[in-house]
């Protein structure tokens, strides 16, 4: 009895095995079914409006005609400003956390505030920016407005990532820098900063790419409906492709006869995005290149 108890147990084993790699197997496909039917169905009904002059036309007739080139123009524009504002705070931060913080009060305060400002809906930075960007600095609904209040979005992305690849590499790069006469900041400027890069480039790009998606801090800093022209100003506004969807399905008067219109703008902002995303890969993949450890 007691050996077929023993021969039992492997078996029993085997079948949890089984079943836990069956349902991770299943998880894994039915997240790839959800995208390529997000895919399959925004081709279907929005790949008819694409064309050349789709992408390289101002809108006409109220939005009824023509291209979304300003909406092109100012999503990268603001995406790329966002950017620009959180890298050197988020790497700045990061450093600061993974090389020079000492365990205690502050520290986890810092932390827990990164932590919770990921958590903080997207709407919620949208009327912080309108009231300090828009309002109490003067900005107006503008590119700087908008650029700024992503910025401040995307930054917990940019930090959490930029830690984390710092922390990931080893420490006995620190130790050999010491070793040979560097100083704290050149260790880490030299030998641990070049080495962490790929990822915290890789979670800039990616944190990119969110921005380039989001619409509510749009709409209250920096978006309009509707230009004939390309911005001149980073104190003036612009469309943007996620704003531009929404106007056309809610704000529009002629809702149904731009219905092709919005699922091929939907179609060139997925596509963005998932472009931005395999920029991260390609862009981690290179710097990673002949750096094994």
Known sequence: MLRARRGFEPRRRRRREFVAILFIRLTGVLVCAIMVSVLAFLIVNGAGALSLDF?????????????????IEGTLILALGALLTAIPLGFGAAVYL????????????????V????????????LFGLALFVKA??????IAAGSLTLGLLILPTVVAASEEALRQTP????????????????????VVLPAAMPGML?????ALGRAAGETAPIVFTASCAYTLSSPGSVFQEVMALSTHILNLATNGTHIEETRPQQFGTALVLLAMVLGLSLCAIIVRAKLRKGRRW
Not at 56 to 63: A, H, V
Not at 137 to 142: A, T
């Open 55 to 71: 992408l390289t036309e101002f809108p006409r007739d109220g939005m009824t005609a023509g291209g979304i080139l300003p909406a």
């Open 115 to 126: 932590l919770n400002l990921s958590g903080v809906p997207s709407v919620v930075f949208g």
């Open 171 to 190: 420490q006995s790069f620190r130790e050999a820098a010491l070793a040979l006469g560097a100083s704290r900041w050149q260790a880490i400027r030299q």
């Open 137 to 142: 600095f003067g900005f107006g609904r503008s």
């Open 202 to 206: 890789t979670g800039a790009i990616l």
């Open 98 to 113: 993974a090389e020079y913080a000492r365990p205690g009060p502050m520290v986890s305060v810092i932390r827990m505030g």
